[in-house]
T-cell receptor, first 113, second 115 residues
Framework: DAGVIQSPRHEVTEMGQEVTLRCKPISGHNSLFWYRQTMMRGLELLIYFNNNVPIDDSGMPEDRFSAKMPNASFSTLKIQPSEPRDSAVYFC???????????FGNGTRLTVT | QQQVKQSPQSLIVQKGGISIINCAYENTAFDYFPWYQQFPGKGPALLIAIRPDVSEKKEGRFTISFNKSAKQFSLHIMDSQPGDSATYFCAGRGVGGGGADGLTFGKGTHLIIQP
């Protein structure tokens, strides 16, 4: 099992540019979560999907953020336009059943200059 | 609204000592309380978890103590080792938590075990 795979590992971009973060969940997992981690706010849930359907996106900070899950093996988190305050580590996590643990990817460190 | 409050923010313990990290929660609908361990450059990974119907759970050197009436739980690491140096997150899960089905995390404790 390769675990949750995120790409890229690091992304440096200029303010105003579009950023797309990618995630491949563990095969067979039904739920996928996007988190953002910062020193100030810790781990924040942005959005989660069940069976490819967005269930709760109340954590998405602004309309500049969007997430899609076109199929069970792929999800994207897009920021357009990006701003310096979006700089953080973004984690994708997946889970099988409700009672099984979350499995996190190794994250994408985003720096917006 | 911070639903899970974690303390301390950072902790230094001598090798062989006991590390204690505390969490308090507000949401009485939480039904599952995991602890996650995160090493630099890695994602958090489940360490140990407890449900509110028991007061203690032990796995090796790691123990969760749970006080339902006080809405508090803590992680104890016995015989702490330098390899335990990491950031630890407590969390609660349940309706009203992180997206109704996700986890609400504490802000983390940066633990350093000095050799």
């Amino acid at each position: 099992d390769a675990g949750v795979i995120q790409s890229p590992r690091h992304e440096v971009t200029e303010m105003g540019q579009e950023v797309t973060l990618r995630c491949k969940p563990i095969s067979g997992h039904n739920s996928l979560f996007w988190y953002r981690q910062t020193m100030m706010r810790g781990l924040e849930l942005l959005i989660y999907f069940n069976n490819n359907v967005p269930i709760d996106d109340s954590g998405m900070p602004e309309d500049r953020f969007s997430a899609k899950m076109p199929n069970a093996s792929f999800s994207t988190l897009k920021i357009q336009p990006s701003e310096p305050r979006d700089s953080a580590v973004y984690f994708c996590a997946s889970r099988g059943t409700v009672n099984s643990p979350l499995h996190f990817g190794n994250g994408t460190r985003l720096t917006v200059t | 609204q911070q639903q899970v409050k974690q303390s301390p923010q950072s902790l230094i313990v001598q090798k062989g000592g006991i590390s204690i990290i505390n969490c308090a929660y507000e949401n009485t609908a939480f039904d599952y309380f995991p602890w996650y361990q995160q090493f630099p450059g890695k994602g958090p990974a489940l360490l140990i978890a407890i449900r509110p119907d028991v007061s203690e759970k032990k796995e090796g050197r790691f123990t969760i103590s749970f006080n339902k009436s006080a809405k508090q739980f803590s992680l104890h690491i016995m015989d702490s080792q330098p390899g335990d140096s990491a950031t630890y997150f407590c969390a609660g899960r349940g309706v009203g938590g992180g997206g109704a089905d996700g986890l609400t995390f504490g802000k983390g404790t940066h633990l350093i075990i000095q050799p």
